[in-house]
């Protein structure tokens, strides 16, 4: 496994090089709720910074908890995202499932967005978190320079339950965004992080969000006890 990241993180250092590279904001985090199902078994089946600065139509949004007691949020059966990591913005997060009956999202982990796609699958993997210290505060702030040029070319590693790698390179930021339907469109697979922009909202209202959209370079094994952070999800005060 060591070789595997080292070779590629040998590969695209240069990349890295060249471009130089959530205060809880209790704003509405874009998200539905669903069941996943373990699927049975089937065979395996420019750079732009867009500025939606103009509201549009939005789904109603609903509520969310904490997981169960299960450290990822997931079973080892599934396939679902367990941890998100971006080095270059010092960003190492569990990742667990939506759930059912809070207000706002907790802290201290990231979230998957049940209505869509998982690593390795064909279309959007969208994970999002708040913009706090320790969360996915760091693409708030690269966000507010340069409209984040310098997290085109970031890294972006997700791990999963079934003790898999996925490795993406980050090419697009979208700042500004009230909806999450360019995602939902997504036919490709991509993965999508997203953070709020503030500020704090009403109940019930959306706030503007950060989207960082990234394209699949490799996966590979990962070790079982990597791709199985401990969870400890807080509500945020």
């Keep these: 496994m060591s070789s595997f990241l080292d070779g590629l993180q040998h590969r695209l250092i240069p990349a890295l090089l060249a471009a130089f590279g959530t205060a809880c904001i209790a704003a509405g985090i874009l998200w539905y709720s669903g069941p996943v199902a373990a699927a049975p078994p089937s065979p395996t089946p420019s750079v732009t910074v867009p500025d939606s600065s103009a509201p549009t139509a939005r789904p109603t949004l609903p509520p969310l908890v904490s997981p169960g007691p299960s450290g990822s949020g997931a079973p080892a059966t599934e396939h679902v995202a367990t941890r998100v990591v971006v080095p270059a913005l010092g960003i190492d997060l569990p990742v667990i499932r939506e759930g059912t009956g809070s207000t706002f999202p907790p802290c201290n982990v990231a979230l998957y967005f049940q209505a869509l796609h998982q690593p390795g699958e064909a279309g959007a993997t969208y994970i999002y978190a708040h913009a706090r210290t320790g969360m996915f505060l760091s693409i708030l702030t690269a966000s507010q320079v340069n409209g984040g040029a310098r997290m ?27 909806t999450f339907d360019a995602a939902m469109a997504e036919t490709s697979e991509t993965l999508w992080l997203q953070t709020s922009e503030g500020p704090k909202l009403p109940a019930g209202q959306v706030g503007p969000k950060v989207q960082l959209i990234a394209q699949p370079l490799s996966s590979g094994p990962a070790d079982h ?10 509500a945020c005060g």
């Design 225 to 234: 006890a990597a791709a199985h952070p401990q969870a400890a999800p807080v």
């Design 152 to 178: 085109l070319g970031m890294l972006v590693q997700v791990y999963t339950s079934d003790d898999r790698l996925y490795l993406y390179e980050v090419v697009e930021v979208r700042r500004h965004v009230f």
